[in-house]
């Protein structure tokens, strides 16, 4: 199976994603980074213990930085709920997970399984971009990346043109993007024009429903009281009664190689503008004449990601 270190901001769809990873047979979580992101740093560590010890996921859980590399912190509970689960009530949380700093269990992990650990990151890139500098072979000893992030042919969700794990830290993403350009296997990032194919629908919620009705799992109650929440934002959002889950997909994409196919792009984080400070800007027609640094995700099969999604975790689940 293949060894992934998370790093995310839970968040309601990080944590659809980490039930995901943690159900599927091909998948070990090999550790797991906090960031903040969606809520507080602080909050998605307690979401993360909490969701792990729920799941049996055994896997070191460190808590990363607190704030991103230059600008302030900014959150999204509108999106995700003050507690970053939606309308879930999780169960409190026990124990302070592992005492190392986020970017040290980067630079731990990748250093005990060379060429071995896939890295996935689907929140602010603060705590990969902290790695680096502590091991600035990373990109060298990993054996991909992964990352939801960033809105290439496509209008932001956060700002007009930047998505969300981009805006939070346009530093810490372009410096991670940077350090792998080159690398042996190019990061793949799942952009919005991606993960937003991805509709939740009422049909879908009701699968969650009808799971956690059937199984009494206390995963599946979570995530059902937390899509509820993702709906009401989405609809309030003027999208209609659905969801766009994001990160879910990247995870899917980096266990299976399915679902989307992939295509070179050369891309870069605007860090000065005024109006796009935070957009990924691809070059299509080539006009900076650099070799493509990414694979961005294309021609997503939504129904049939959706299906695999509800399928691993109505067997992960069940008991
Ligand atoms: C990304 O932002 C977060 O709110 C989601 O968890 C996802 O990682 C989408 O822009
Ligand atoms: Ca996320």
């Given at each position: 199976s293949i060894p992934l270190l998370v790093d995310c901001d839970t968040g309601i769809d990080d944590a659809i994603a980490l039930t995901y990873l943690s159900t599927h047979a091909d998948a070990e979580i090999a550790g797991i980074v906090s960031t903040g992101g969606n809520v507080e740093v602080e909050i998605v560590h307690r979401n993360n213990l909490v969701l792990a010890k729920l799941l049996g996921i055994a896997a070191p859980i460190a808590r990363g930085a607190?704030?991103?590399?230059?600008q302030e912190p900014m959150y999204a509970d509108d999106t995700h709920g003050p507690g970053g689960l939606g309308h879930a009530v999780p169960p409190a949380q026990t124990g302070a997970g592992d005492p190392r700093s986020g970017a040290q269990l980067w630079v731990d992990l990748v250093r005990e399984r060379p060429g071995e650990l896939v890295g996935l990151v689907l929140g602010p890139h603060t705590n990969l971009a902290l790695a680096l500098e502590i091991e600035p072979e990373l990109p060298r000893l990993l054996k991909r990346l992964h990352v939801m992030g960033g809105a290439i042919n496509h209008r932001g969700n956060t700002g007009p043109t930047s998505e969300w794990n981009i805006a939070v830290d346009p530093e810490a993403a372009q410096q991670v993007i940077t350090a792998f350009t080159g690398a042996a296997q190019r990061p793949v990032m799942g952009s919005l024009e991606a993960t937003e194919a991805v509709r939740f629908t009422q049909g879908t919620l009701d699968r969650i429903v009808a799971l956690a009705a059937r199984t009494g799992h206390p995963v599946a109650t979570i995530l059902g009281d937390a899509l509820r929440f993702y709906f009401e934002f989405h609809e309030a959002d003027g999208?209609?009664?659905?969801?766009?889950?994001?990160d879910p997909l990247v995870a899917a994409h980096a266990v299976t190689g399915d679902f989307a196919s992939t295509r070179p792009l050369a891309v870069d984080v605007e860090l000065a503008g005024t109006l796009t400070r935070g957009q990924t800007v691809g070059d299509e027609l080539g006009r900076w004449g650099r070799e493509p640094n990414l694979d961005v995700l294309t021609e997503v099969r939504a129904a049939e990601f959706v299906e695999h999604l509800l399928a691993t975790l109505e067997a992960g689940l069940a008991r």
């Open positions: 607190d704030r991103p590399l230059v999208f209609g009664w659905m969801a766009h889950v994001h």
